[in-house]
């Protein structure tokens, strides 16, 4: 089992930026690979981010491509989201995701999921 635990959500302007913290816990964190999904009222759950387990390689949805940046610390057992240039159309709750076989950029994907942490963008 992984247990994942997602901080730094809040409430913040467009333009601003914010940035999600992941913390694992469990079994090897640098086993996994890691990413971010997201997820609004009424919509279905879409993929943010991804990063393979040594960090050498990174995935993003082309909604937010050239604005946000996904980083690992296999020390800290930790990945981040730096989201920056935020819109409303960001606003959602951010849910962690790990995949130990697979990158996780499909939910069929993910192995283990965190609670969520809310993100509110105002306009």
């Known amino acids: 089992q992984v247990q994942l635990v997602e901080s730094g959500g809040g409430l913040v302007q467009a333009g601003g930026s914010l940035r999600l913290s992941c913390a694992a816990s469990g079994r090897t964190f640098s086993n996994y690979h890691m990413g971010w999904f997201r997820q609004a009222p009424g919509k279905e759950r879409e993929f943010v981010a991804a990063?393979?387990?040594?960090?050498?390689?990174?995935y993003y949805a082309d909604s937010v491509k050239g604005r946000f940046t996904i980083s690992r610390d296999n020390a800290k057992n930790t990945v981040y989201l730096q989201m920056n240039s935020l819109e409303p159309e960001d606003t959602a709750v951010y849910l962690c995701?790990?995949?130990?076989?697979?990158?996780?950029?499909?939910?069929?994907?993910?192995?283990?999921w965190g609670q969520g942490t809310q993100v509110t963008v105002s306009s």
């Open positions: 990063i393979s387990w040594t960090g050498g390689s990174s």
């Open positions: 995701a790990a995949g130990g076989v697979r990158v996780p950029i499909k939910v069929s994907s993910v192995d283990y």
